[in-house]
């Protein structure tokens, strides 16, 4: 006899909604990620699990509207969340209504639903939840990004992030590791943390710490490093853990050890843009180029198997060949593991588009084959090094069985490999039912400029 399902019932969120249309836009967003999580939304404020008041407080009359409204709803339901205008005046709301269960600003949505889930937590399951664990994903499941802060601190004179995301907006961290540990859950393999500045989070919130597994854990990029570190799969195993945009600021070599403890993935996405002084000053960007080559050997005796990867730009305004040579005689120390260049362009709105003597096209064109070249030649160095170790790889992608033989290949990533931008492992005679996030020890057998091929260890 077959065990009939029972379907745990959802909870019910009440709302009311004051003030301006980007108020009711702000509810609108709320009761859609509510919704999106399975919960039903209730008509009057006894079918409700909980009450969410979207506050005003532009206007004296209209925050009076606001305290009547919470005590309307705390009179007639009693589980209630402060959000909105007025949230900002939590010592108000608090004086009048001591019980209120959670009071949030404007825009803090992730603050307002975490409140919600703490008050009326959300039924899962497979029969009830509109989206996977791990949310809807635009890339393989096996691996994902994981957004730690929009907006940046920096004024670049080539960029115009800040003017299009504004200033560095670091997302609690709580919420970042909650985020991580669901995305492990759902099938991820491999977390990649990006932000504009991640070597910046947390600085807009002063660090400020959150309760996590029973402890204060800091808004820090090494204390979010060392936590997601401590991550596990279902199957107990460590999840790979790959940094991106990382300004070298001195904290970042407090993340070595961790690299080195096998904690991290050690790899450090590092957007240098040049390593000229008078490129970097006119670029607006820090000019310690030297003191980085000596903290990049430092990093390499604690770590010795770092993937360091940057980009930079060629033909920037001014740039002269003498400044060039620089960047490929600095490209020659400093023996980057993974390059990408790009040719200057003027994007609208950005300063260096006033900046005098544009270098011409041909000339940049020129350079970027000639630092091509320059990077190309290391990486195929440093990957020829590897032929013959054994190395830890996951798996992309697997392929048809061969029509001659039956072979089966398959496609994969070392530890020095970051998914679309990095190279390839190429893998021949695979067993059968490998598949897409799988990890392997992978013999090498041979290299290119670019990529690996080898067969499965053992």
């Known amino acids: 006899m077959t065990t009939p399902i029972t379907i745990p019932a959802p909870p019910k969120v009440g709302m009311v909604s004051l003030g301006c249309p980007k108020a009711l836009v702000d509810s609108e967003r709320i009761l859609t990620k509510l919704r999106a999580e399975g919960y039903q939304m209730s008509a009057d404020y006894a079918g409700a699990d909980v009450v969410l008041v979207n506050t005003c407080g532009f206007l004296d009359s209209a925050k009076e509207e606001s305290l009547e409204a919470i005590g309307e709803a705390m009179a007639e339901n009693g589980r209630v969340i402060v959000t909105g205008c007025m949230g900002n005046e939590a010592d108000v709301i608090r004086a009048r209504f001591p019980d209120v269960l959670a009071i949030t600003g404007a825009h ?53 992030i800040p003017s299009l995301r504004g200033d560095l907006a670091s ?29 910046a ?75 000229a002084p008078a490129v970097l000053k006119r670029m607006k960007r820090p ?50 593991d993974r390059v990408g260049g790009f040719r200057f362009e003027p994007v609208e ?12 096209e041909a000339v940049k ?28 790889v996951i798996i992309d992608e697997v392929g048809e069985p061969d029509e001659e033989d039956g072979s089966v290949g398959a496609t994969g990533r070392s530890q020095a490999d970051a998914p679309e931008i990095d190279g390839h492992v190429y893998l021949r005679d695979v067993p059968e039912g490998l598949a897409p996030g799988s990890f392997v020890d992978v013999l090498v057998e041979d290299a290119d400029e670019h990529d690996l091929y080898g067969v499965i260890a053992g």
């Not at 947390?202 to 991550?231: C, F, I, N, S």
């Open 108 to 160: 803090q949505y992730e603050d307002v639903v975490q409140a919600v889930h703490d008050a009326a937590p959300p039924a899962r399951g497979a029969f009830i939840d509109l989206v996977p664990e791990g949310g809807i994903k635009l890339t393989p499941r096996h691996y994902s990004y994981l957004k730690i802060s929009e907006g940046c601190n920096h004024r670049c004179s080539f960029c115009i």
């Open 171 to 199: 997302r609690r961290i709580d919420a970042v590791l909650r985020e991580a540990e669901k995305l492990v859950a759902a099938g991820t393999r491999e977390l990649l943390v990006i932000s504009q500045d991640t070597s």
């Open 201 to 275: 989070y947390g600085v807009d919130t002063r660090h400020e710490p959150r309760a996590w597994k029973g402890r204060d854990v800091r808004a820090h990029m090494t204390d979010l490093a060392r936590e997601l570190g401590g991550l596990r799969t279902p199957e107990g195993k460590a999840p790979w853990v790959r940094l991106h945009y990382v300004y070298p600021y001195p904290h970042v070599d407090q993340v070595i050890p961790l690299m080195a403890d096998g904690l991290l993935t050690p790899y450090l996405d590092i957007p240098f843009q040049h390593a």
């Open 287 to 336: 000019a310690n180029e030297a003191k980085v080559l000596d903290r990049i050997k430092a990093w390499r005796q604690i770590a010795p198997d770092i993937t360091i990867r940057s980009s930079f730009v060629v033909g920037f305004p001014g740039e002269t060949e003498a400044d060039f040579q620089y960047l490929l005689d600095w490209l020659d120390e400093a023996q980057l």
């Open 349 to 360: 709105g950005a300063a260096a588009n006033l900046l005098p003597d544009p270098v011409p």
């Open 365 to 392: 064109e020129e350079r970027y084959q000639r630092l091509m070249e320059k990077t190309a030649a290391i990486s195929a160095a440093k990957l020829a090094a590897k032929v013959g170790r054994t190395l830890p």
